[in-house]
C-alpha cells in the first residue's frame, strides 16, 4: 500500500484524487473547523489532526511514501497583495519544509506542492526559489508542471504543481485544454433566476465592452451559459461576463469579486442567477461528496479554496505513480 500524509488538507479533495490510483491517506492536517467538518463527513475523523502546522514537529508525523502540500495562496495573488513568503498564511509553507527536515531519513520519497500561479512570480520570483531551495537541501530533486482544470472541467483554473523526489525526476507534458467542454454541461437545470429589477441592475453595471458582448450573446440563435464575476471599479461593484462558455476561477466566497453567477442568454432572451452548490462541485469534480454538515456558503468557501478533483486524478496517475514505484 502507498502511504501519503497530506497537509492544509482542506475538505479532502487532494484524497479524493489519490484514492483514484489507490494511494492511502493515513495523516491529514488543517486548521479550519468548518472545512474538518467536510473532511470528516467524507473520510472519517482517524488520519484528521485538526490544528495549526506550527504546533507540529516531524515526530508526530506517520512513516509514508508521499506528502503533499496546498498551502494558502491567499499571499501569493492580489487578495494577499503579493506578499509572498512574507505573508502570514502563505509562509506556513516553510513549516511544512520544517517538518520534513524534523522527519530526517523518514521523511517521504517523493512530495508534491501546490498553489496557484503567482506562486512563480511572487516577490520576483524569490519565494519560489527559496522554496525549490528548500526542498533541495533536503535530498530532492525537483520539477513542476502547471496544469489547467479546464483540461477536465469548464473551468479556468492554473495551477502550479512542485514535485520533489529523492531520485530521478521527469514529468510528461501536462493534459492539452478541451474546447468542447461548456458550462452548460455543468448547469443545473432549474435554478433561483433573478427578478427583472435585480436583472436590470446586473446589465446597467456592465460596461459598453461588457454590454456589448452580452447583447452579441442575447442575439445567438443557440442559448448559451456563461460565468459573470463582480469586480470593484472606483469603488464601485461592476459585473463582468466571460468571453468563453466555461466558468472562472472558483474562489473562497468572501468579497465582492469571490462569489460568481451565471448568465443564460440567446434567442433575444438573458436570465442571471448565483452559481449553486451543487455547480460549484461539479466544477471541481467533486459532486459525489457530501456537504450537508456545514451550510451552502461555508461549503462553496471550502470548494472554492480546494484542488479539483480530476486534475490530481491525472497527476497521480501520470506523475506520482511512475515516481513512487521507482
Known sequence: MIRAVEFF??????????EYVGIKTVFANDIDKTKAKL??????????????????????????????????????????????LNGAQSSLVLDFLRILDEMGARAPRTLMIENVMGFLTANGGRDWETVVDGIHKLGYQSAH??????????????????????????????????KDLRLENI?????????????????????????????GYQRRFWPGYYGAFRRTRRGRAVWEVRADEIAGTLRTTRGGSAKQAIVRAGRGDIAVRWM??????RLQGAEHLRYDSVTPSQAMFALGDAVCVPVIEWLAKHCLMPLLCQ
Not at 9 to 18: I, K, Q, S
Not at 189 to 213: C, M, N, V, Y
Open 187 to 215: 448547469a443545473e437545470e432549474h435554478g433561483d433566476w433573478w427578478p427583472p429589477d435585480r436583472l436590470r441592475a446586473f446589465l446597467q453595471t456592465l460596461s459598453p465592452i461588457q454590454s456589448k458582448r452580452v447583447s
Open 39 to 84: 473532511y470528516v463527513d467524507n473520510w472519517g475523523r482517524e488520519e484528521l489532526h485538526v490544528g495549526d502546522i506550527r504546533a507540529l514537529h516531524g515526530d508526530c508525523i506517520p512513516d509514508a511514501d508521499l506528502v503533499t502540500a496546498s498551502f494558502p495562496c491567499t499571499d501569493m495573488s492580489l487578495a494577499g497583495h503579493y506578499k509572498g
Open 9 to 18: 488538507a482542506g475538505m479532502g479533495l487532494m484524497r479524493a484524487g489519490l
Open 145 to 178: 508542471i502547471i496544469v489547467d482544470a479546464s483540461a477536465f472541467v469548464p473551468q479556468s483554473r492554473a495551477r502550479v504543481f512542485l514535485f520533489g523526489h529523492k531520485g530521478g525526476i521527469e514529468l510528461p507534458e501536462p493534459p492539452e485544454i478541451r
Open 276 to 281: 449553486s452548490l451543487t455547480e460549484y462541485a
